[in-house]
């Protein structure tokens, strides 16, 4: 043998003798609950925790669990035998209560509160329910994860929405719609017998964000959803979420009664129908007794629904909520409709076809509403609905999964989309209306409130399809129990949880992520654009597409680009969207001075010599938004390959991919989108501003018929 041969050779037994030994690399499957251990600098005392009582229930077992596991990992210290030590306490402590003085009024079901006691010796978690002081647990170990000191703590929260649901649009033949981290978790055919225990840490890591709903299929739903096999598969994973405060939800087919009922109709005031909905819940809590409702697509995108027999979306919502309502179910009704009549602009009609119904929707009714009138485009202005039905309860609706915005493939933390629509004033009631207090039901006093999401996990090792994705799930769950929370705070914590809580790194990281999404709208849709990506799978620009079926799935509907300029006239002159919102807000929207240039195309059509701010003409300004989307692209990899210290090289590595994906894409963006525009108006580039390198006809050409996600 060749000395190098040997060499080789020794290395590699070496390596195998060491494999066992050495750390696993890090996928991204732990999530942000790794509970790796931390800086030395930011342990603490280590803490005792007791023993779960030998009564409790499954979920105090898991609280338990947690706990120990958190603390193991993240203070791997041996507690001393006078070391402080944590309990968790449910209202069957009365004397610890008593003893403490712990008020649990407005905890409610799902509350808690964390306090030091007894001269910081004794901490303790306490709630009303058990799944209460697992949601506790987790903020505990969130503080630690994050180097807070945990010494002094007087915490009490609880959530501010009631149903914090993600929404799967997964297939029963486990394709995802829109989905980008690989096949749908459920594996539909094996269950219910085989419990994959992916389904397990799945639950875990939506208990510790706080989500307590999932919605297991696709809203383009099939009927055999409802059936008793599905049914059965249904009832195996809510036996495994129901510990982690999961319940399951079903996406049901408005014309399953024709489909699996043998009735003719689906019609909602049909006797038959109706009977045919209220024994289908039964059998349903049968088998899920704590079953969570309904979620409906109806009259939308092809979808049937109860316009289809002359009847209206309240019609067809209180049938359902009737069905489901004895046993304490929901039925959540999507307001994304838009028919195959086509309206003056498609903005508007989510808002025309809700709101003369404002009060006519059962109270176990709730209306899902999108944060914006389009379709999860990365800038939208708030949708017009929310502080327009005070008498309807009326819930958010997200999209985690990054359709419109490049993916799973560009780096763009959703915090900063979501914060910004739920922040932003409606007006209704007056100044500081937000649509934040709509969704908590604050402002109208909605005796239900929701924040849906819909969901980007899949089969995925990392489950979301990239590591940076993970932060979308994280936010999304931290925002639905507190919509007023902030999203550069939350991005902190899930940098310092996912990686490490040096400072070094999670200062970087928070920054890069907060400015990724504005960087996202600058390279795609600057100004209030909307709408202009590939046809149908929605890869890639495609400003230039027009025809087909109907002219609001094409781009050339959005941008109205002429010779003379570019911009959907919504004020009163043009589709008068903006009469939809509240008076104030409509003046805003409407006036060239006051509105935000940030929503300037979706409201206005103007010249292309129009005076932006900058004082550059709205052309120039435009072309400049979409280099510097680039640009930002690139300092976002710049950040990345400085925090290289501080990250294990698989996911570094990983994530330096995609950026290099997104860099090229974010130019493919800027250049396609210029040079449509620019054979539109004829008008030469910017000063300093690179020509596109290919022709328009170049960029045209390129098909993607196997994009993920259709
Ligand atoms: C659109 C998606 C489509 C969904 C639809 C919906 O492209 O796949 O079915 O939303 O929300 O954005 O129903």
């Known amino acids: ?139 505990y170990l969130r503080l630690m994860q994050t180097g807070a000191s945990v010494e002094r703590l007087d915490v009490r929260s609880a959530p501010k929405v009631r149903y914090r649901l993600l929404n799967h649009w997964d297939n029963l033949d486990r394709s995802v719609e829109r989905g980008y981290s690989g096949q749908s978790i459920w594996d ?51 036996d495994t979420f129901r510990p982690y405060g999961i319940k399951v939800y079903l996406s049901a087919r408005f014309s399953s009664p024709i489909e699996i009922g043998g009735l003719k109709t689906a019609d909602p ?63 959540m009704w999507r307001a994304f409709v838009y028919s195959h009549e086509q309206p003056d602009d498609r903005a508007k009609q989510g808002y025309s076809e809700f709101k003369p119904f404002d009060g006519e929707f059962a109270e176990n009714v709730i209306v899902q509403v999108k944060n914006g009138a389009i379709d999860f485009q990365p800038r939208e202005p708030f949708h017009p609905l929310f502080g327009a039905m005070p008498k309807t309860n009326l819930g958010m609706e997200f999209q985690i999964t990054k359709e419109y915005l490049g993916f799973s493939t560009h780096l763009a933390y959703l915090g900063p989309m979501w914060e910004e629509v739920l922040k932003a004033d409606t007006f209704s009631a007056g100044r500081g209306s937000t649509v934040a207090r709509v969704v908590d039901g604050k402002l109208h006093g909605y005796s239900r409130t929701l924040m849906a999401g819909v969901a980007n996990i899949g089969t995925d090792r990392n489950w979301s399809g990239s590591q940076f994705d993970q932060a979308n799930w994280y936010a999304f769950g931290r925002l639905a129990w507190d919509p007023e929370a902030s999203a550069e705070a939350i991005a902190r914590d899930w940098a310092a949880m996912t990686f490490t809580p040096d400072k070094r790194f999670t200062g970087p990281a928070a920054a890069m992520m907060m400015g990724s999404r504005e960087a996202v709208v600058d390279y795609m849709t600057p100004m209030g654009l909307h709408h202009l990506m590939g046809r149908s799978h929605h890869y890639g620009p495609g400003p230039w597409v027009a025809g087909g079926e109907r002219a609001d799935w094409t781009s050339v509907y959005y941008h109205k680009a ?37 929503d300037l195309l979706w409201f206005h059509h103007l010249s292309w010599d129009y005076r932006t701010r900058s004082g550059r003409p709205l052309w120039d300004e435009l072309v400049s938004r979409y280099s510097r989307g680039v640009r930002r692209v690139g300092e976002m990899r710049a950040t990345w390959t400085s925090l290289a210290p501080y990250v294990d090289p698989e996911r570094h590595g ?57």
């Open 269 to 331: 005031l049909d006797p038959a129908v109706r009977a045919f909905w209220k024994t289908k819940a039964d059998e349903i809590y049968k088998a899920i007794p704590d079953f969570g409702g309904f979620l409906v697509k109806a009259n939308s995108e092809g979808q049937p629904g109860p316009q289809d027999y002359g009847r209206t979306h309240a019609d067809g919502a209180n049938m359902l909520a009737q069905a489901v309502g004895p046993h304490g179910g929901i039925v």
């Open 654 to 710: 990983e994530v330096a991919t995609y950026l290099a994906i997104q860099r090229r894409e974010a130019q493919w963006w800027r250049d396609a989108s210029v040079a449509y525009f620019q054979s539109i108006n004829g008008l030469p580039l910017p000063k300093g501003e690179a020509p596109p390198p290919l022709t328009l006809e170049a960029y045209e050409a390129m098909t993607f018929p196997y994009a993920p996600g259709i």
């Open 1 to 139: 043998m060749r000395p190098s041969h040997l060499l080789r050779g020794l290395c590699l037994a070496a390596g195998l003798l060491l494999a066992p030994l050495t750390a696993r690399a890090e996928d991204g499957y732990d999530l942000w609950l790794r509970y790796k251990p931390l800086p030395e600098a930011m342990r603490g005392e280590p803490r005792i925790v007791g023993q779960p009582p030998a009564s409790g229930s499954p979920t105090l077992s898991l609280a338990y669990g947690e706990l120990r596991r958190g603390l193991d990992g993240l203070n791997p210290d041996e507690p001393g035998l006078d070391a402080p030590s944590i309990r968790l306490v449910t209202p069957s402590q009365s004397d610890t209560i008593a003893a403490f003085k712990l008020s649990m009024e407005g905890l409610g079901g799902e509350g808690y509160l964390i306090r030091t006691v007894q001269g910081g010796r004794l901490t303790v978690i306490a709630a009303n329910t058990d799944v209460g002081v697992l949601y506790g647990v987790f903020h």
């Open 562 to 598: 002429d010779k003379a300029g570019i911009g959907f006239d919504r004020t009163a002159k043009g589709s008068d969207a903006v009469g939809q919102y509240a008076p104030l807000a409509a003046a805003t929207f409407s006036d060239l001075s006051k509105i935000d240039e940030k």
């Open 188 to 238: 539909w055919w094996r269950l219910p017998d085989v419990k994959d225990p992916r389904y397990a840490d799945y639950a875990r890591a939506n208990a510790s964000i706080g989500i307590n709903g999932a919605v297991l299929n696709n809203v383009n739903a099939k009927s055999d959803s409802l059936t008793a096999p599905y049914i059965a598969k249904a009832a195996a994973l809510a």
